[in-house]
């Protein structure tokens, strides 16, 4: 990586964890979560309602209703394993996942025409699936790019498979 970036990502990371306990993977299960639910969800929508302010309503109960459910499901998980940070791992992943999920929304928010909204959506969805790897590739000094395209492939399909639904809808 470039030297001039180290530094400034070494204090930036020192932010995001502590001596015991790394919270990306927190962050990682909320924000992949919201990306596949919430990027599903509208593909599957988009093209067989015909109302955007009901996709949008959708999603946005969507959203806070898995965000939720994920932080409790994080929060148990950790709490089994016997770790001390158990509510805050619970917490960054619901929040992790409330911020993508309203980051995906902001195209249906902002544009009247689905079809651009949608597109303004995926457009975000790599974007934050390829923001998300380069903070976590540079932090831990791995390559960014294959875990991206994991990511952006798991995403794709599950759009794919909800979009298909909601033709048959």
């Given amino acids: ?13 020192s932010m995001t964890r502590t001596k ?10 909320g924000m992949h979560d919201a990306v596949v639910s919430i990027t599903g969800t509208i593909a ?11 996709i949008l309503l959708t999603c946005i109960i969507m959203s806070v209703v898995d965000a939720m459910s994920m932080t409790a ?3 148990l998980a ?19 996942y409330m911020i993508t999920s309203i980051l995906l929304l ?3 928010a902002i544009f009247t025409n689905m079809t651009i909204a949608f597109i303004g959506t995926i457009l975000i969805t790599i974007a934050t699936l390829f923001g998300f790897n380069l903070y976590i590739g540079l932090y831990r000094k791995h390559d960014f790019i294959k875990p991206f395209l994991e990511m952006l492939i798991i ?15």
């Fill in 1 to 13: 990586f470039p030297m001039h970036i180290a530094p400034v990502g070494d204090k930036i990371f």
């Fill in 155 to 169: 995403c794709t399909v599950v759009s794919l498979i909800a979009f298909i639904i909601g033709q048959f809808a």
């Fill in 20 to 29: 015991k306990f790394d919270f990306f993977g927190s962050a990682v299960l």
């Fill in 106 to 108: 902001v195209p249906f």
């Fill in 44 to 54: 599957g929508l988009t093209f067989t309602l015909t109302n955007r302010r009901l």
């Fill in 73 to 75: 499901a994080n929060y």
């Fill in 78 to 96: 950790a709490k089994r394993d016997n770790n001390r940070h158990a509510i805050t791992a619970g917490f960054i992943t619901g929040g992790a």
